[in-house]
């Protein structure tokens, strides 16, 4: 199962907005709605941002949407401020019962 | 207050084993699906392996399949991955996590352990 494709890094100045694609197959992305992004600062564990492609979790800021078009997936950060400077990684079920993840997104605020 | 402690990493020898545990508490242990989920130094995140919460059903990465089993205790909210023939590629942080409430599947993770070092070198 190859990895979700994620680009590499993306930036934005405070209060600006950003989207980082995901990009799978049919087989996943295209096939579920059960993809999932998780927010890592260095040394840290990974933090569930959004799951099921537009859901946020108890306690997670409504300036973090997503969406999902085909095969492609989508997170949205509005607003940005420094704190969300972080790798982003997006995640999804296969269809052969596993979980693949991208490789991340490493975001700059500038 | 969900936790989940991670333990059981360290070095060993190409060719070797090793159990890791993961203590879970602030929650139904048995309620829950867990996952184990790993990161290389400096890489991303990957997929090991899943068990469901009380029939016990696993899932597991094609890397590690038929080297690695999952495994629970519920009477001691526990959950374990035992590693044998490790490789040097198997040297990562290892993380548990648990289910995401509310999620339709068992593969999206809201809370995470602070990860164990498993190190694979001569």
């Known amino acids: 199962q190859s990895a979700l494709t994620q680009p590499a890094s993306v930036s934005g100045s405070p209060g600006q907005s950003i989207t980082i694609s995901c990009t799978g197959t049919?087989?996943?992305?295209?096939?579920?709605?059960?993809v999932s992004w998780y927010q890592q600062h260095p040394g840290k564990a990974p933090k569930l941002m959004i799951y099921?492609?537009?859901n946020r979790p108890s306690g997670v800021s409504n300036r973090f949407s997503g969406s999902k078009s085909g095969n492609t997936a989508s997170l949205t950060i509005s607003g940005l401020q420094a704190e969300d400077e972080a790798d982003y990684y997006c995640s999804s079920y296969t269809s052969s019962k596993t979980l693949v993840f991208g490789a991340g997104t490493k975001l700059t605020v500038l | 207050e969900v936790q989940l402690l991670e333990s059981g990493g360290g070095l060993v020898q190409p060719g070797g084993s090793l159990r890791l545990s993961c203590a879970a508490s602030g929650f139904t242990f048995s309620s829950y699906a867990m996952t184990w989920v790993r990161q290389a130094p400096g890489k991303g995140l990957e997929w090991v392996s899943t068990i469901s919460g009380s029939r016990g059903g696993t899932n597991y990465a094609d890397s590690v399949k038929g080297r690695s089993t999952i495994s629970r205790d519920n009477s001691q909210n526990t959950l374990y991955l035992q590693m044998n023939s490790l490789r040097a590629e198997d040297t990562a942080v290892y993380y548990c996590?648990?289910?995401?409430?509310?999620?339709?599947?068992?593969?999206?993770?809201?809370?995470w352990g602070q990860g164990t070092l498993v190190t694979v070198s001569s």
């Open positions: 049919s087989s996943d992305v295209g096939a579920y709605n059960y």
């Open positions: 996590a648990r289910r995401a409430e509310g999620s339709g599947n068992y593969y999206a993770f809201d809370y």
């Open positions: 099921d492609v537009t």
